[in-house]
């Protein structure tokens, strides 16, 4: 008998982001389908951990990206259409208790454009969910000193200019 994942979802009016949570999960499996049904399956401590839903509208599988990284597993999907869905499944009623919203990432209809989690361009590797074994740790950690220092500087700045005497501005002459 296989077990579900958790899996929590938000949407803006393009896409769907799902996160299916299940740390060091080995034989992962995905298939997405353009009429909208999702399959996933994985191994994880010798138990077989699987996903089957019908999400409730058409989606663009060309568009659509995954990233399999060691805690979990995020599957940003296009949809077909630009418009916002009233719920992730095709199954009306009671969602299956491993579905959550996910918090994190939801964004109101009318809050769209002040905030949007489009992963669309990011390289998913670089933010620690595994996939790129070209990260190096020793580079992260370099950029994370120069921005310390980078603050550092501004807040110094911003200190000499907030005691610095403001000197009033001469109007010129006009002709």
């Known amino acids: 008998m296989s077990r ?5 979802w938000a949407q803006t009016s393009d896409k769907i982001y799902l996160t299916i949570e299940l740390p060091d999960a080995k034989d992962v499996k995905m298939k997405l389908e353009p009429e909208g049904k999702f399959l996933f ?3 994880k401590d010798g138990n077989r951990y699987e996903v089957d ?3 409730l509208d ?16 995020v599957y940003v999907i296009q949809k077909a259409e630009k418009k916002w869905w009233s719920r992730l499944i095709k199954q009306q009623g009671k969602p299956p208790v491993f579905l959550k919203v996910d918090w994190d990432k939801w964004v109101d209809e009318d809050e769209e454009d002040e905030k949007s989690f489009d992963y669309g361009d990011m ?3 670089k933010l620690g969910m595994g996939g790129d074994d070209d990260f190096d740790m020793d580079d992260s950690m370099d950029e994370e000193e120069e921005n310390k220092e980078a603050r550092k500087e501004e807040s110094v700045e911003a200190v000499v200019e907030k005691d610095t005497p403001i000197q009033p501005v001469a109007k010129e002459a006009k002709a």
């Open 58 to 73: 058409m989606i663009n599988v060309k568009e659509s990206k995954y990233n399999i990284g060691v805690r979990h597993i």
């Open 4 to 8: 579900h994942p958790s899996v929590k």
């Open 53 to 55: 839903i019908e999400l």
């Open 41 to 43: 399956s994985a191994v």
């Open 123 to 125: 390289d998913l590797s």
